[in-house]
């Protein structure tokens, strides 16, 4: 076991893919000589050279279309885009064309690619730095979607993504880059993609979320703990396509109350579609209606760190809903 | 692989039980040593533990059979199965000291949903603090929150109820589907949610209560639980078996009443307990049995069985019924070491919570209807024993002493039921006057220790 941030763990687990697997390479804006942003990538481009760590134009749409085509004929490409807001001109590449690969070939093809996302707010981005754009993927049937929240759970399951044989979208949370530290197994592992985890556990309510939400979710449950003996299950969905219904489903029962947390907007969303699962699975078992704690239905993040504040979810906001519901 | 789990040997003399409840079903997944079945012994309620982990696979003994020890009550598909060591895995000593537990019930629980995954302490993650977390860096506290949450959708004001006494006026699905299984009105469930709002934890509870202290309906036809038929097959078996006598004497309490005045703060102070009349009944009895050896001893097909040992068992209104735990070599003890002993014993009894080894070994039975108000009793022996005891109320009457004055004096009548068989009238007597002076030559100055 090795203690380390989540920047270090997605890095960890691109070098370690890279040096078993020469048919893995990197591609997209700045990763090379820059070595990425978020220094994902720094020092890659020295060890396995320009032909596999490749700097491309400002140009999403192509970085998509050339992992694409790579990834049709035998290689297993990992495109990044630098930000989330970015993914706009990408969409009909990943969208329209990579998620439909395996069903338009009658299966005889596969597209084994991985997108990498820096996704989410609360780092004072403002427009274009800060957006939840996980919905538009996770709506997409022939897509892989995850979203670690933890060092474990990103080193793991990169690895899974790197290795999966269909696309996959990979969205790892800014915020959480170097805030977040935990405990890594050394060596060769690997998380499967589409199982939720209980990250707390608790008897009184069960608390849904994912990303930068998860730690914010457990610290107001453990000051919920602490404070008015109340205990919530709280479960990170991890993978947001496919949902993991029977985890959903058997967290919602185990309470009968379920608050659900997330900081991209509620309608239409992720969580809309546990909540629909939730009904779906556990309607007999529930002893309250659903609750969500989400950001208000604007376009985008706010610049102004008051907005800021006041649009993300935050451990208070979070815990004031935590107590209504187990009051209910 | 297939296995099978067999009725555990509890303790010498008990060679039989009652199903009392099955708190696993066919095709519940088990752990080892989770309890599966509670049953009923003619000593005590217990759990029984699972031998092996796996699943269960059926139920062979149902509720409210009787089983022999050893017995095969359910079938399980075990993980790992104990070769041919299932007697040892739930052998007597695991589960005689297994103390008895409340009839589950379900409730909310904090143990972990089965089948889910669970994220080990180390994989969820700390936070680091003043982490440079974005371009600009980010602060950790929330400066927009008033008072207030923003509303969070349908939870919201209008769906509840305003507490005007129609609290249970909309039910929610888990708690319209407990109250159906349990047959439950909302009317006798109390909501202590939003507005008076009925919860499933609430329903819970008086599920809870209902099976733990329910009064008969008038009319209904209640099933017996299975202590309950029990204490009915032992008490008809000794009435059925023993040709009862009784013989009675009153006993002047003056000397008890002064001395457990003269020790009682001193005792509740060093040793927490509130020091009562029992110990000094139960002192002065052990010693009568003593001299007395036929009152405590038993009939027997091929003779009478002189006990030796005295071991005296002290009827108690326990959770769950009555229950006899047993004070052993009373004789050789001290009113003080009772007194510790018996708070011990009561306390466990009224918690449901006596071992076998609590409740097994008594040579003769101790009954305190006193303590209930009683003046009269004529008790049902405790088969197999030779008699019983009871201590009424102590009552102030007017006494006529032998200089033939008259004086207000704490009375207390002694009851004895013996078992004619064994024991005549001149015995019961002799062995009444024992018990009747040795209470009356207790002071105000006697030593406790």
New interface residues.
């Given amino acids: 076991m090795s203690q380390k941030t989540v920047i270090k763990a997605v890095r960890d687990a691109m070098l370690s893919e890279m040096r078993r697997d020469p048919d893995v390479f990197i591609m997209g804006e700045d990763i090379a000589h820059r070595g990425g942003v978020f220094l994902a990538t720094d020092g890659f481009v020295g060890e396995f050279g320009e032909e596999r760590v490749i700097d491309t134009p400002l140009a999403e749409s192509s970085i998509a279309g050339i992992a694409l085509g790579a990834a049709v004929n035998g290689k297993r490409p990992i495109a990044e885009i630098q930000f989330a807001d970015f993914v706009w001109p990408a969409i009909n590449q990943i969208v329209g064309e990579t998620a439909r690969v395996r069903y338009g070939t009658n299966g005889r093809k596969s597209a084994p690619l991985t997108v990498r996302v820096p996704y989410g707010g609360g780092v004072r981005g403002g427009l274009y730095h800060s957006q939840s754009i996980e919905v538009l993927f996770a709506h997409t049937p022939g897509l892989k979607v995850v979203a670690p929240a933890t060092p474990y759970d990103a080193q793991g399951l990169l690895v899974s993504a790197i290795r999966d044989d269909d696309p996959v979208v990979f969205l790892e949370h800014k915020k959480t880059y170097r805030l977040v530290r935990g405990e890594v197994p050394d060596g060769d592992y690997s998380e499967p993609i589409g199982v939720a985890d209980v990250k707390r556990q608790g008897g009184d309510i069960t608390v849904i979320t994912y990303g930068l939400m998860l730690h914010y979710v457990l610290q107001a449950a453990q000051a919920l703990s602490e404070q008015d003996r109340v205990e919530a299950l709280v479960m990170d969905l991890r993978t947001l396509r496919p949902l993991d219904r029977q985890s959903i489903a058997q967290a919602a029962r185990h309470t009968g109350k379920v608050l659900l947390v997330q900081e991209d907007t509620p309608a239409v969303s992720v969580l809309s579609e546990v909540s629909a699962i939730i009904a779906e699975e556990a309607f007999y078992d529930l002893d309250a209606p659903v609750m969500r704690v989400g950001p208000p239905e604007l376009p985008p993040m706010p610049f102004s760190p008051v907005q800021e504040a006041a649009f993300m979810p935050s451990p208070e906001k979070i815990l004031a809903a935590m107590r209504k519901l187990a009051a209910t | 692989m297939p296995f099978e789990i067999e009725m555990p040997h509890v303790g010498e003399s008990v060679t039989e039980a009652v199903i009392e409840k099955w708190l696993k079903q066919p095709g519940d997944q088990i752990e080892k040593y989770e309890p599966i079945v509670e049953v009923v012994t003619d000593k005590v309620a217990m759990e029984v533990p699972a031998p092996a982990t796996g699943e269960l696979t059926r139920i062979v003994a149902q509720e409210g059979d009787t089983v022999a020890m050893g017995a095969v009550i359910a079938e399980m598909d075990a993980e790992d199965a104990p070769a041919a060591a299932v007697p040892a895995e739930a052998g007597p000593e695991q589960v005689v000291e297994q103390p008895v537990q409340p009839v589950s019930t379900p409730t909310?629980?904090?143990?972990?949903?089965s089948?889910?995954?669970?994220?080990?302490a180390?994989?969820?993650?700390?936070?680091?603090s003043a982490?440079?977390?974005?371009?600009?860096?980010?602060?950790f506290?929330?400066?927009?929150?008033g008072a207030?949450?923003?509303d969070?959708?349908?939870?919201g004001k209008d769906?509840?109820d305003k507490g005007d006494g129609a609290g249970f006026a909309r039910l929610?699905?888990?708690?319209r589907?407990l109250l159906e299984e349990h047959n439950i009105e909302p009317a006798e469930v109390t909501g202590t949610?939003?507005g008076g709002?009925i919860?499933?934890a609430d329903v819970l509870a008086a599920v809870q209560q209902r099976e733990s202290g329910s009064k008969p309906e008038a009319g209904n036809l209640q099933r017996p639980s299975a202590v309950r038929r029990m204490i009915a097959e032992h008490m008809s078996r000794s009435v059925r078996e023993i040709p009862h006598a009784w013989s009675a004497v009153e006993v002047d309490m003056s000397g008890v009443v002064a001395c457990r005045s003269a020790n009682r703060s001193a005792v509740l102070e060093k040793h927490g307990i509130n020091l009562t009349y029992l110990p000094f009944a139960l002192a002065v009895t052990a010693s009568a049995l003593w001299a007395n050896p036929l009152l405590n001893s038993s009939w027997q097909e091929d003779g009478i069985l002189a006990h030796g040992e005295v071991n005296v068992g002290i009827a108690v209104a326990g959770s769950e019924g009555l229950a006899v735990p047993v004070i052993r070599e009373a004789d050789a003890k001290p009113v003080l070491r009772l007194a510790i002993e018996l708070a011990e014993v009561v306390e466990k009894a009224r918690e449901g919570k006596l071992s076998l080894e609590d409740v097994s070994g008594g040579t003769f039975t101790l009954n305190n209807t006193g303590a209930l108000g009683s003046v009269w009793g004529g008790a049902i022996i405790n088969h197999p024993q030779a008699a019983i005891l009871t201590t009424e109320a102590i009552v102030k009457r007017p006494v006529a002493l032998a200089d033939d004055t008259v004086e207000v004096r704490p009375m207390m009548n002694i009851c004895l039921s013996f078992d004619h068989r064994v024991i005549d009238g001149a015995e019961a007597s002799a062995f009444l006057q024992d018990v009747k002076q040795g209470l009356e030559q207790v002071t105000a100055d006697t030593e406790l220790e």
């Fill in positions: 909310a629980s904090a143990d972990p949903p089948g889910l995954r669970i994220a080990d180390g994989q969820v993650g700390s936070l680091i982490a440079n977390v974005g371009p600009t860096g980010g602060a506290s929330d400066t927009s929150l207030e949450p923003s969070s959708g349908p939870a769906d509840v929610s699905p888990a708690v589907r949610g939003v709002r919860t499933r």
